[in-house]
T-cell receptor, first 112, second 115 residues
């Protein structure tokens, strides 16, 4: 059973469309991070959210941490082909022996 | 500043063999974590080393082991390889101060194929 559930698993959209990726859990996290991974490379950190209800914006990307710190979302406005990649959420839990717990990932394809 | 480097980038082994992967963290980073990424299970935490000591450990069998040297470079070893060990092995380093939320920087990974 995945501790962090990501949805959707796959997303293929046209350039210019908006999209939202969800990351849900029944567990509380002290922080949640979003990464993007491209083929042949390791994940690259996009943002870290720490406070319940926190919203962070990174150009056309908006990240939100749920009030209860159990879920998060990533919204992309006017997607571009350069946004194509694997998006991963990862949670950090206080007192856990696990460094980071990753979601299953959302593979995004933005068609020109 | 140079990023995290991993060697080798690609490796092909046969069942029963053992393998050692290497990771050089970003200069000044003291924490090195290892992850296994497969299409079926996604990214899973293997272990973390800090100041030459294993600090955290994921849920992997004892065939998976690691160590960290005084210069923070780390190696992981997998003995008695199984087909299911085929994966991308990622190393991540961080500066890591105790109790703080940490930014991890990932290397490009080592693609291991077990035949």
């Amino acid at each position: 059973t995945q501790l962090l559930e990501q949805s959707p698993q796959f997303l293929s959209i046209q350039e210019g469309e908006n999209l939202t990726v969800y990351c849900n859990s029944s567990s509380v996290f002290s922080s949640l991070q979003w990464y993007r991974q491209e083929p042949g490379e390791g994940p690259v950190l996009l943002v870290t959210v720490v406070t319940g209800g926190e919203v962070k914006k990174l150009k056309r990307l908006t990240f939100q941490f749920g009030d209860a710190r159990k879920d998060s979302s990533l919204h992309i406005t006017a997607a571009q082909p350069g946004d194509t990649g694997l998006y991963l959420c990862a949670g950090e839990r206080s007192g856990s022996s696990y460094k980071l717990i990753f979601g299953s990932g959302t593979r995004l394809l933005v068609r020109p | 500043k140079a990023g995290v480097t991993q060697t080798p980038r690609y490796l092909i082994k046969t069942r029963g063999q053992q393998v050692t992967l290497s990771c050089s963290p970003i200069s000044g980073h003291r924490s090195v974590s290892w992850y296994q990424q497969t299409p079926g299970q996604g990214l899973q935490f293997l272990f973390e080393y800090f100041s030459e000591t294993q600090r955290n450990k994921g849920n992997f069998p004892g065939r998976f082991s690691g160590r960290q040297f005084s210069n923070s470079r780390s190696e992981m070893n997998v003995s008695t390889l199984e087909l299911g060990d085929s994966a991308l092995y990622l190393c991540a380093s961080s500066y890591q101060t105790s109790g703080s939320t940490d930014t991890q920087y990932f290397g490009p990974g080592t693609r291991l194929t077990v035949l």
